[in-house]
């Protein structure tokens, strides 16, 4: 366990610009445009829009005028609203809020693996990694489980800061009325369990793509060039056999549904409700027996490898 700590300290150490940096720049840049929107005058979206909008949408921003400011404009209309569509609002809102971090999250990963053992080999830095004594199963699973479980986790902070600011910005805008931030916006919100869903969909998919992430990581360990080509040349490759000798298209499917994060959402919807069906599912156990030979192929192809 020790070992693991260290090695996933020196990941940190090594890929902090992507780790820590990033995040940090993209979150702090969207909460400066949550910060406009609480000190920003309407009256200046009227004057730049009030041209090319609809009458529907000229009315609504005359709405927004009377109202005060945006986030004044968004406590009226919830308080409008029953309990189910707030919760509806606020939830797409969040999510919407989650959205840059969460994309960028995903690259993050897909680059972060694929460099992760084939960088060592190219820099010959793996011949001094290899003279420790550290076993080439823990070198893989530590950065797995800095890629899956420790960076999200900091991704995640940051979605969550921009979450709770949006609210504290809304609510704020209560003061002075007769509206009760914690009826209108803190209690529909529910941020507690929304975090928690978030955490457990987020490790629920690592699971799901886990040929994908063996995939990635046995490419880095394998490659000897041009790893992102390797990665997605040969399932591509598989996928145009499959589809020109079998006229069928099962096999790309199941790596289509394996891969892409958006495709797995659309297709699956997992609550919390329905993820322990999901997690004893064929398609679930699939995924643990294809990711867990190719991260095999990876701690085999390390004790192998030599540098580039």
Known sequence: MNQLTVLIRREFWENRSIFLVLPAVITGFFLFLLLLGAVASPSDAITLKVDIQSDEEVEFLDDLLVSGHLYQYALLQLDARPMAERVSYISATMQSLSAPL?????????????????????????????????????????????????????????????????LIFVSMSAFGTDISAVDTVWRPAGVFITWLRSIGLLFFYALWALPFFGWLIAVSACAKSAPLAWAFGIPLGIRLLEAIFTDQSRVGDWMHDHIIPISFLDQHRPTAENAFSYLLSLQMLSALVVGGAFIYLAIWARGKADEI
Do not use: N
């Open 102 to 166: 969460l994309f960028t999250l995903w690259f993050v990963i897909l680059f972060y693996l694929l460099g992760s053992l084939y960088d060592d080999r190219r820099d010959r830095s793996i011949l001094f990694w290899k003279s420790l004594p550290v076993s080439d199963a823990i070198t893989v699973f530590s950065k797995l489980l800095t890629a899956l479980v420790v960076v999200p986790l900091v991704y995640l902070v940051g979605v969550m800061l921009l979450q709770l600011s949006a």
